[in-house]
């Protein structure tokens, strides 16, 4: 058990919609991570979010948007869903800053997208 | 794109000592290298992480060698329950932030 709840568990959806998905964040990390895992391979990083800021990101389209707030949950958003968007979505709660390579980033369970 | 370099696959008879591999011949002196595990489409499960010193914990023994170019996750008395991919993960700054970037892992299987 990590303390990081993701939400929904499962989700549908058709092609060309948005969805949301949540994350809560372990107590006292203020760092959220988000990443999309398809079938058979490893998990790849979308954004990270520091500070509700925005602290970096990976090669994902600007369809793919994130938010954080001041209780340091996030905010997963997609927008004109592509089929290819099926995946399993995971978020990573850690303690940023300085420093913050030398700390531990805990995962949820992860929310699985279907996208039909 | 991962900095790290795994087997795909490995054996391991259940109590006997896993010796997993990761080469990280590019490693800055200041970057960690983290060790994750993930079974069956569950979320990442942090097993340990180093810098230059060997560390052990209550899951594993993370082995680093002196040059920082490679290092082996150990764990001692392998069971059922070990058998997952494992990933080695050096940790990255810069624009993306602290995160983990992902390589393809390796697969134990662990076997009775």
């Known amino acids: 058990e990590t303390g990081v709840t993701q939400s929904p568990t499962h989700l549908i959806k058709t092609r060309g919609q948005q969805v949301t998905l949540r994350c809560s964040s372990q107590s006292g990390h203020n760092t959220v991570s988000w990443y999309q895992q398809a079938l058979g391979q490893g998990p790849q990083f979308i954004f990270q979010?520091?500070?509700?800021?925005?602290?970096g990101r990976g090669n994902f389209p600007p369809r793919f948007s994130g938010l954080q707030f001041p209780n340091y949950s996030s905010e997963l958003n997609v927008n004109a869903l592509e089929l290819d968007d099926s995946a399993l979505y995971l978020c990573a709660s850690s303690l940023g800053g300085q420093g913050a390579r030398s700390t531990e980033a805990f995962f949820g369970q992860g929310t699985r997208l279907t996208v039909v | 794109d991962a900095k790290t370099t795994q087997p795909p696959s490995m054996d391991c008879a259940e109590g006997r000592a896993a010796n997993l591999p990761c080469n990280h011949s590019t490693i800055s002196g200041n970057e960690y290298v983290y060790w994750y595990r993930q079974i069956h489409s569950q979320g990442p499960q942090y097993i340990i992480h180093?810098?230059?010193n060997n560390e052990t914990n209550e899951m594993a023994s993370l082995i680093i060698t002196e040059d920082r170019k490679s290092s082996t996750l150990i764990l001692p008395h392998a069971t059922l329950r070990d058998t997952a991919v494992y990933y080695c993960i050096v940790r990255v700054g810069g624009q993306a932030g602290t995160a983990l970037i992902f390589g393809k892992g390796t697969t134990l299987s662990v076997s009775s």
């Open positions: 979010y520091y500070r509700e800021e925005e602290n």
């Open positions: 180093g810098l230059k």
